[in-house]
């Protein structure tokens, strides 16, 4: 599993051949095959491994944090400690996304993430209760899209504040719109 985590995350899972995951992992293709069932099976467990990990931090980061908008926040500066780390080639489930077929194994795993993300940022939005939870959660969203993608093809881990920043306006604007 590490070895095609590795291997996935560094350089796709459309690129990358069983053959190379099981010369990396030292392993007998059958053992491979016994284990995971297909490439497709293989990709499935790299991504959601990716997204239990992910949702680990996330749920720990904003556990933290007592209020609404600092939980948000957190999501923001854990994004920071993302992007800063070695070898940060961006969002795993976007860039398996982009390689995927309809019906793969890495999209399905990949709507679940996304159905995740999506459910936290509105979730968090509405302990705010701002008038448009929901919009407000969609914002967040494309804020943390945003600065995925601008931290890898910029190769700029500070675009993680400039999201904070920007998700602190938009909900000092939802909750004082909401109290006017």
Known sequence: MAAAEKLFYEEGVHTVGIDR?????????GS?????????????????RRHETLRDRIE????????????ILA??????????EPGFRGCAFVNANAESQAGSAAEQVCETYRAWVQALFVELAQQLNVSDARA??????????GATVAAQL??????????RAAAAALIEIMTAADKS
Request: aromatic content about 10%.
């Open 75 to 84: 999501v923001f500066e854990l994004l920071d400690e993302l992007f800063a």
């Open 60 to 71: 720990a980061r904003v556990a933290g944090r007592e209020s609404p908008r600092d939980q």
């Open 154 to 163: 910029d190769k700029d881990p500070s675009v993680a504040a400039d999201a």
């Open 32 to 48: 491979l095959y016994y284990t995971f069932g297909s490439k497709d099976e293989l990709v499935r467990a790299y991504l959601t």
């Open 21 to 29: 995951v099981i010369e990396r992992a030292g392993v007998a293709k």
């Open 136 to 145: 407000l959660g969609r914002q967040m969203v494309m804020l943390y899209d």
